[in-house]
């Protein structure tokens, strides 16, 4: 892996850290897209991507007929957006739901870790584009603005498509 790769990768992982919540977009079983919150879990990213979820969820159905699926990250405060290519697999791992428990998850799995029915969707990710702005809310702001005075589009920052 060259450096620039590697570089690329590690900001791959700060921005889905800082943003921290996703849309993970599965194909029904009619072949339409389906798209759905997801709160990343705090697990080091290695090119794979963790969530707690129900293994009767449609969302574990879904994956199991075609496990092609979209992450979406987007953290609007830092105008910042990365898009996922990837494939997902469910699977319960006691020694991972442990470990990555967060009292929050309380909300969906009330027993904890062991609530019945828990499972985790692992997503392993074949590709990422990233779209990094550098200057925030200015590019979006005043960007138009400043556009139509230099008749120069503003520099959008930072767009990259990283291989895993």
Not at 71 to 98: K, M, N, Q
Request: proline share 7%; glycine share 10%.
């Amino acid at each position: 892996m060259s450096q620039d790769s590697s570089i690329a990768r590690r900001r791959v992982t700060e921005l889905i850290r800082e943003a921290r919540v996703c849309l993970l977009t599965t194909i029904g079983v009619d072949g339409r897209l389906v798209s759905r919150p997801m709160a990343l879990q705090e697990a080091e990213f290695d090119g794979d991507l963790w969530f707690f979820t129900h293994a009767d969820s449609a969302k574990v159905r879904q994956i199991r007929v075609n496990p092609e699926v979209g992450v979406a990250f987007s953290d609007g405060r830092r105008h910042t957006w990365v898009s996922i290519s990837g494939t997902a697999t469910e699977g319960y791992d006691p020694r991972r739901a442990e470990r990555w428990w967060h009292p929050l998850l309380a909300t969906w799995f009330p027993d904890g870790p062991g609530t019945p029915g828990l499972t985790l969707v692992k997503v392993h990710v074949s590709s990422v584009e990233y779209w990094d702005s550098p200057d925030g809310g200015a590019v979006s702001l005043l960007g138009p603005a400043r556009a139509a005075v230099t008749g120069r589009p503003p520099r959008p920052g930072e767009n990259r498509e990283v291989r895993y």
